[in-house]
């Protein structure tokens, strides 16, 4: 199956920094990633979808401004926390839709704590 | 009332015995199911894609979808202690590559 790679995997920061986590489609071309959140022993929430080349669309609740949402290419998205917060510290995992298996594939997911 | 729901277990079960795991959904707009599994800090994995109602196999594995009753069910046989993880059912309206509305999830753990 596709590949669907994150990074970092895990990172650790202090309240009131910006973290960066990429997602990228490793040997297939993703036009739509989405972005999902996941809290211990809950289900995956999903906080946006990112479109190629044009703005994200945000569930209703999901600041924009506070997780932004940049998809430069057809291989990478990529969403930055600004001004972290401990409540911010959760799984994040992203996935990209191959439209020639109709699948979704998702990354192995990175790990936020914020202190 | 949530869209998808499903049972958050946990279920604990023998090696070797066959595994029943559900969801039901409130709308019948949704065409497309799936069941990833998911192990602790990992991300999701796909095991079962089904469109329409009925029943298909791949291995161990048997996804079910009665469209009527608005249930979804996934089978394991001979479960494994390997099969113990987080299974999390999942649909869509328009295709699998867009928006996918996920259940709560079923932790599982299959014991020796």
């Known amino acids: 199956g596709a590949v669907v790679s994150q990074h970092p995997s895990w990172v650790i920061c202090k309240s009131g920094t910006s973290v960066k986590i990429e997602c990228r489609s490793l040997?297939?071309?993703?036009?739509?990633m989405f972005w999902y959140r996941q809290f211990p022993k809950q289900s995956l929430m999903l906080m946006a979808t990112?479109?190629?080349?044009?703005?994200?669309?945000?569930e209703q609740g999901v600041e924009k401004d506070k997780f932004l949402i940049n998809h430069a290419s057809l291989t990478l998205s990529t969403l930055t926390v600004t001004s972290a917060h401990p409540e911010d510290s959760s799984f994040y995992i992203c996935?990209?839709?191959?439209?020639?298996?109709?699948?979704?594939?998702f990354g192995p997911g990175t790990r936020l704590t914020v202190l | 009332q949530k869209e998808v729901e499903q049972d958050p277990g946990p279920l604990s079960v023998p090696e070797g015995a066959i595994v029943s795991l559900n969801c039901t959904y409130s709308?019948?707009?949704?065409?497309?199911f799936m069941w990833y599994r998911q192990y602790s800090r990992k991300g999701p994995e796909l095991l079962m894609y089904?469109?329409?109602?009925g029943n298909k196999e791949d291995g161990r594995f048997t996804a079910q979808v009665d469209k009527s009753s608005k249930y979804i069910s996934l089978f394991i046989r001979d479960s494994q202690p390997s099969d113990s993880a987080t299974y999390l059912c999942?649909?869509?309206?328009?295709?699998?590559?867009?928006?996918?509305?996920f259940g709560t999830g079923t932790l599982l753990a299959v014991q020796p």
């Open positions: 996935s990209a839709g191959q439209s020639s298996t109709d699948t979704q594939y």
């Open positions: 040997d297939f071309q993703a036009t739509t």
């Open positions: 990112s479109n190629e080349g044009s703005k994200a669309t945000y």
């Open positions: 709308n019948s707009a949704f065409q497309y």
């Open positions: 089904t469109y329409s109602s």
């Open positions: 999942a649909m869509a309206y328009g295709g699998a590559t867009n928006k996918l509305i």
